[in-house]
């Protein structure tokens, strides 16, 4: 089976839903917590985390907050 490439902007997405999960599990925060954070259900939580590419800046920000993400990860998260 042929290997697929991923654009760019793929692979970030794909780091970013990557690192919000590991990161998830590190501190122990659940969805219903980022969904509480976000003022979402918590299944919409689950679709962002899935789909990371539906996930608004705005939200991105509100995400990194509470995973207190360091300035360094959110550099290198956002930027292609």
Same mark, same amino acid.
């Given at each position: 089976?042929p290997?697929v490439?991923l654009?760019?902007?793929q692979?970030k997405q794909?780091?970013? #839903? /990557? ?5 998830m599990?590190?501190r +122990? ?5 980022? $969904?509480?954070? *976000?003022?979402?259900? #918590?299944?919409a939580? /689950?679709?962002?985390?899935? +789909? $990371? #590419?539906?996930?608004?800046y705005s #939200?991105? *920000? ?11 990860d /959110?550099r290198?998260?956002?930027?292609l």
């Open positions: 089976m290997k490439s654009d760019p902007m692979k794909w780091e970013i #839903q /990557r690192y919000i999960i590991g990161e599990k590190l +122990h925060i659940t969805q219903q917590d980022l $969904a509480d954070e *976000l003022e979402i259900s #918590q299944p939580v /689950r679709y962002l985390i899935n +789909h $990371a #590419q539906s996930i608004s #939200q991105l *920000l509100i995400i990194f907050k509470v995973l207190e993400t360091t300035d360094e /959110r290198r998260l956002t930027t």
